[in-house]
């Protein structure tokens, strides 16, 4: 089985910082990809950003320029290095990860549980 397990998620006032980390743990061949997404009550669950095994990253145009992706290939560690926030930021982020358990496995889609990010004005 796969666990994502997420932390670093918190109150912070507006213009603060936050680092969120997620770690995969569990039968893992390899990792495509790792990512955060988030979602603010009533609205649609949406990707913040993204990274592949290769070092290539993705951003949603609303956090390019303030938020951070890198990974840890070794520790299987996803990174999100949140500066500049905004009240609008404040969501559940989840952690997602593409994977495959084994060697002749499918790609599969992993979702950490979430943790909560809240930004004061």
């Known amino acids: 089985q796969v666990q994502l397990v997420e932390s670093g998620g918190g109150l912070v006032q507006a213009g603060g910082s936050l680092r969120l980390s997620c770690t995969a743990s569990?039968?893992?061949?390899?990792?495509?990809?790792m990512g955060w997404y988030r979602q603010a009550p009533g609205k649609q669950r949406e990707l913040v950003a993204a990274?592949?095994?290769?070092?290539?990253?993705n951003y949603a145009d609303s956090v390019r320029g303030r938020f951070t992706i890198s990974r840890d290939n070794a520790k299987n560690t996803v990174y999100l290095q949140m500066n500049s926030l905004k009240p609008e930021d404040t969501a559940v982020y989840y952690c997602?990860?593409?994977?495959?358990?084994?060697?002749?496995?499918?790609?599969?889609?992993?979702w950490g549980q979430g943790t909560q990010v809240t930004v004061s004005s």
């Open positions: 997602n990860a593409l994977l495959r358990k084994n060697s002749i496995s499918y790609v599969g889609n992993y």
């Open positions: 569990g039968t893992i061949f390899s990792i495509n990809s």
């Open positions: 990274i592949t095994s290769g070092g290539t990253t």
